[in-house]
């Protein structure tokens, strides 16, 4: 993201740009990059710092692409470019679910999804899908198989052959429709995506299945069991 950024603003292909890995060796502590926040506050501080480098290299030598001012400047220009946590820098989606329920077991099986998402621009298609279906995965996980199991005040389903991720093929097809209008705070009108798609899975599945089978369940995971009880409740 960061190159690609810088090199947008630059004019200059990709691979003219080297991001350079920090350490904690040589940079500040800081708060880590949670908060789907990068692409926003990061991709926002690498643009300023590109235009800064423009701006240098314009100085330096004035009336050329930056290509032949990256030639013909000798030395290295150091710039630095700051940015603070933007307004508009989520994205806002939504979830449709299709979901199969059997009524005599409880079974349900999501067969169908599709994401719409408000991301503003798109830098990297490859890492925005990434981490749209990525999101998903998590919150299906969340909202069908994952739960933390205690006997007597001890984790009794520590380890993943007990503990039920979910996996490639536990996962349905994911249909992604990305909404691109209402430009963000990030770089070029960008949003942030990250783990913003988790939440509302668990939501849509149970709005699913109430619709499908006629019962509620409020608690999650959504499992086989919880439905079946709802079902003989009624």
Same mark, same amino acid.
């Given at each position: 993201?960061?190159?690609?950024?810088?090199?947008?603003? /630059? &004019?200059?292909?990709?691979?003219? *740009?080297?991001?350079?890995?920090?350490?904690?060796?040589?940079? =500040?502590?800081?708060?880590?990059?949670?908060?789907?926040?990068?692409?926003?506050?990061?991709?926002?501080?690498? @643009?300023?710092?590109?235009?800064?480098?423009?701006?240098? /290299?314009?100085?330096?030598? #004035?009336?050329? =692409?930056?290509?032949?001012? /990256?030639?013909?400047?000798?030395?290295?220009?150091?710039?630095?470019?700051?940015?603070? +946590?933007?307004?508009?820098? +989520?994205?806002?989606?939504?979830?449709?679910?299709?979901?199969?329920?059997?009524?005599?077991?409880?079974?349900?099986?999501?067969?169908?999804?599709?994401?719409?998402?408000?991301?503003?621009?798109?830098?990297?298609?490859?890492?925005?899908?990434?981490?749209?279906?990525?999101?998903?995965?998590?919150?299906?996980?969340?909202? @069908?198989?994952?739960? /933390?199991?205690?006997?007597?005040?001890? @984790?009794?389903?520590?380890?993943? &052959?007990?503990?039920?991720? #979910?996996?490639?093929?536990?996962?349905?097809?994911?249909?992604?429709?990305?909404?691109?209008?209402?430009?963000?705070?990030?770089?070029?009108?960008?949003?942030?995506?990250?783990? @913003?798609?988790? =939440?509302?899975?668990?939501?849509?599945?149970?709005?699913?299945?109430?619709?499908?089978?006629? *019962?509620?369940?409020?608690?999650? =995971?959504?499992?086989?069991?919880?439905?079946?009880?709802?079902?003989?409740?009624?």
């Amino acid at each position: 993201m960061m190159q690609r950024v810088v090199a947008t603003e /630059l &004019g200059i292909p990709l691979e003219r *740009v080297v991001v350079r890995r920090g350490t904690t060796a040589d940079t =500040p502590a800081e708060a880590g990059i949670g908060g789907s926040r990068v692409t926003p506050v990061v991709g926002g501080a690498a @643009l300023a710092g590109a235009r800064a480098l423009r701006e240098r /290299l314009e100085s330096l030598v #004035p009336g050329k =692409p930056v290509t032949a001012q /990256l030639e013909r400047a000798k030395g290295r220009a150091r710039v630095e470019g700051k940015y603070e +946590h933007p307004a508009g820098m +989520h994205s806002t989606y939504g979830y449709a679910v299709d979901v199969e329920v059997d009524r005599e077991t409880g079974q349900v099986r999501v067969s169908d999804v599709v994401l719409v998402v408000d991301v503003g621009t798109v830098i990297n298609p490859v890492a925005l899908r990434g981490q749209l279906v990525g999101g998903f995965a998590f919150g299906f996980g969340q909202a @069908l198989t994952e739960e /933390l199991l205690f006997e007597d005040g001890v @984790l009794t389903n520590a380890g993943l &052959g007990d503990y039920k991720l #979910p996996t490639i093929a536990d996962v349905p097809p994911v249909r992604v429709v990305l909404i691109t209008d209402e430009k963000g705070g990030g770089p070029f009108g960008a949003k942030s995506v990250g783990e @913003l798609t988790n =939440p509302a899975v668990g939501g849509a599945i149970a709005n699913a299945i109430e619709d499908a089978a006629g *019962v509620r369940v409020r608690s999650l =995971p959504l499992t086989a069991e919880k439905v079946r009880a709802a079902l003989a409740a009624r």
